[in-house]
């Protein structure tokens, strides 16, 4: 199915099923730990043997030699299989570094040797036994030193430019010139990467953690040089994902490899300290934002740079994307640069490009509408735009920004905010912080196949992984609602790449892509029935386990008959995400409690406002603006992975030196979904959600924090130590 006009009316519409608050479906199985992760897949008919990693202990140059005598002595050791033996390998097209073999070490922890052995701990016992002979080269480990040579890249839109913004800014009577730095951070999921690889005669079935399952299929088939179609990929349940499992990584190919060389299925899982320093982080940035305004508030003109750094052949982190689109002002430019560096693989972390690039714009926001002397959310209301400002002829497809900062600012109780450091509570200093929230709607052709059988009962077969966000369920919600089912009656299958290819799990395009096309496999299997049965299928009915049309109704068992029947298609997107601009739009409010003696930072409470439209399932919609929001906060107080500027790796590469918070550390925590749909992003008339929750919570809090003790901190995270030589006496 290819949708290329705007929805109009469709069984969607019905909300019996979707839009429900139903929990998920497979939560029962997670909270029992029936739900089977990758490395978890056992079979006791099955010796498995485990792999262990070897990472490289320099960040730039060759390897000379390999001394693996002593491990393949050691107790258990079944196998070594090491990058020199391997050679050189074919580079997937989604991997920037070089995941495993030949000479070259593009950055430290680069996968260099798999030790396979009959026990874990004899794995890695050995592995600690192999003597590495490196050539190393000076590397590049430092952006600030780096963006002195950052170049334009070469892919994408790195510049855009409309009137004249060195003119505007200059006559503009309030200027703010302002640079803001973020940090490189790291996913973190709970679940580290994990593969088992089970290989029979040339063919080869990989258990994995993988948010794209044909992205990784493909990787794999060309670094391991087979054909695809040789490849059984599995990743049914994933433990958090967050843009670090979108791309094949080493796990998948130590497992591959270590399961040749042993003869034996092996399982591999990458310890903590490489899913740092062997996967990829979201790469630190520097911004310089201009903005200037008329008095009333008015932006005349506005100006985005941001520098990043990445290994040779990478790009940059997209942290200007936003400032193209959230604001009106007729003179604007944006560039990003980009560094050469050679630490581990930057790429995407939620919302890349939005979560740093507001994390800087959301500020310097809040300062110019100080500057100018108006409320900081009236500031955005006056600067709201309904056409995309770099291309006004392009509208958005349905924006309520507005509507968020509005409706938030009566819920959360805005006015009545004191004046920077003016709010006290005992030894706490209060204040308060809004920022607006903007991600875009991206859609991926996403394919499923919809059985129905002899007992009614409709099965959905998808290569869509679920990472932790309800994925799940939103399927099941919306092959019932198709087929008018009560949700007990579907079940779903998904992350096997023997089912069509999906959008699988990224860039907040999964849920609305992938229910898309549950939607167009549901279409075809209506058609299916109503055809077997001499029904036009136009006037069709499907409600309560029956197939309706005039006054005929056959109950679905009976319709699918002995043999049952099935439905496949793939949604398809035409022309409207360019003939229109698809963004979603929020506000997020905070509360925080500056200790006025030690600067210790407590979110008090927090409140997002989302306009994303048609929300699926509140329940899991939630979840994942709560855990976004969560996440949020560790940008604002505490992520930051600490860099050895001499040796070139991460060095808090655990969840003991690089902290992130959980739910308990905010204790209210309050989510608004507009009502609204829109027709122009799919027959299901929903966006993406899951990381729009994240764009802009770090600069409500810092936000927050100058309201409290009148304290403006541009370098994140805010750590208290760049609050206390500012704090107010305390009397
Ligand atoms: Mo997301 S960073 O595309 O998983």
């Excluded at 030699?65 to 070594?80: E, H, I, Q, R, T």
């Excluded at 508030?297 to 990478?314: V, Y």
């Excluded at 809004?434 to 290569?463: C, K, Q």
């Excluded at 590469?653 to 902290?659: F, S």
Aim: charge should be negative.
């Amino acid at each position: 199915m290819q949708f290329d006009t705007p929805a109009t009316t469709n069984p969607i519409d019905n909300l019996k099923v979707v839009g429900q608050p139903i929990p998920r479906i497979d939560g029962q199985l997670k909270t029992t730990g029936r739900a089977m992760y990758a490395y978890e897949w056992h079979d006791p008919k099955v010796p498995y043997a485990y792999g262990y990693p070897v990472g490289a202990a320099i960040a730039k140059g060759r390897i000379k030699s390999m001394d693996v005598s002593a491990a393949k002595k050691a107790p258990g050791v079944l196998a070594v299989v090491t990058a020199l033996e391997v050679g050189k390998l074919k580079k997937g097209k989604y991997n920037t570094a070089n995941l495993f073999g030949g000479q070259e070490i593009q950055h430290y922890h680069q996968a260099i040797a798999v030790v396979v052995a009959e026990t874990f701990e004899q794995a890695r016992a050995a592995a600690a036994l192999i003597n590495v002979d490196y050539a190393e080269d000076k590397g590049s480990f430092d952006l600030k030193v780096a963006m002195e040579t950052a170049v334009k890249p070469e892919t994408g839109e790195p510049d855009s430019a409309v009137g004249d913004f060195d003119g505007a800014f200059k006559a503009a009577p309030v200027v703010l010139d302002q640079s803001y730095t973020t940090p490189d951070q790291s996913h973190s999921m709970m679940e580290p990467h994990a593969s088992i690889a089970v290989w029979d005669g040339d063919k080869l079935t990989l258990w994995t953690s993988s948010q794209m399952i044909d992205w990784w299929r493909s990787d794999l088939a060309t670094t391991l040089d087979i054909d695809k179609e040789k490849i059984h990929l599995m990743s049914p349940f994933i433990g958090g994902g967050f843009g670090g499992k979108l791309f094949l990584r080493a796990d998948a190919l130590l497992a591959a490899f270590g399961a040749k060389a042993a003869k034996r299925p092996v399982k591999v899982a990458l310890p903590r300290p490489f899913v740092v320093n062997n996967t990829t982080h979201r790469p630190a940035t520097i911004q310089r934002i201009r903005i200037g305004a008329e008095r009333d508030g008015k932006i005349t003109a506005i100006a985005h740079e941001s520098w990043s750094g990445d290994l040779p052949g990478g790009g940059p982190e997209t942290a200007v994307m936003q400032t193209r689109l959230l604001y009106g002002g007729e003179n604007r430019m944006t560039a990003m640069r980009l560094a050469t560096l050679d630490l581990p693989e930057g790429n995407a972390m939620r919302a890349p490009g939005e979560a740093p690039g507001l994390m800087a714009l959301e500020i310097a926001i809040d300062e110019i509408a100080e500057k100018v002397g108006i409320d900081p959310i009236q500031f955005r209301i006056v600067n709201d735009t309904q056409v995309d400002p770099e291309k006004p002829e392009r509208r958005f497809s349905h924006r309520d920004l507005v509507g968020c900062l509005k409706l938030g600012a009566a819920r959360f109780g805005w006015t009545g905010r004191g004046r920077p450091g003016s709010k006290r509570e005992g030894d706490w200093l209060i204040g308060t912080g809004v920022a607006a929230a903007f991600r875009n709607n991206l859609v991926l052709p996403s394919g499923a196949r919809v059985r129905l059988d002899s007992e009614g009962v409709v099965t959905v077969e998808t290569d869509m992984t679920d990472i932790g966000t309800g994925s799940y369920t939103i399927i099941a919600q919306t092959a019932a609602e198709m087929m008018g089912v009560t949700i007990d009656k579907v079940g779903v299958h998904l992350g096997d790449s023997r089912f069509p290819v999906s959008a699988g799990s990224g860039g907040q395009f999964g849920a609305n892509s992938a229910t898309s096309g549950v939607y167009a496999a549901c279409v075809k299997l209506r058609e299916g029935i109503a055809q077997k049965l001499g029904f036009n299928s136009e006037d069709v009915v499907f409600e309560n386990g029956t197939v309706r049309f005039g006054n005929r109704s056959i109950a679905l068992a009976e319709a699918a008959g002995p043999d049952g029947l099935v439905g496949e298609d793939t949604m398809k997107w035409g022309d409207l995400t360019k003939t229109h601009q698809q963004s979603t739009f929020g506000a997020h409010f905070v509360e925080v409690g500056v200790d006025a003696a030690t600067g210790e930072t407590r979110i008090r409470r927090m409140l997002a406002v989302c306009a994303a439209g048609r929300i699926l399932n509140p329940v899991t919609a939630r979840s994942q603006v709560i855990g976004a929001m969560t996440m949020g906060a560790g940008a604002a107080l505490s992520e930051e992975l600490a860099i050895d500027t001499r040796r070139g790796f991460f060095v808090n590469h655990d969840l003991a030196g690089y902290e992130v918070p959980v739910h308990a550390d905010i204790p209210h925590q309050e989510v608004i979904f507009m009502d609204e749909t829109d027709p122009m992003s799919s027959p299901m008339k929903a966006k993406g959600v899951g990381e729009l929750g994240l764009c802009g919570v770090a600069a409500a809090i810092a936000n927050a924090i100058y309201n409290a003790t009148g304290v403006r901190v541009r370098h994140y995270p805010i750590t208290l130590d760049k609050l206390i030589g500012g704090l107010p006496d305390i009397a």
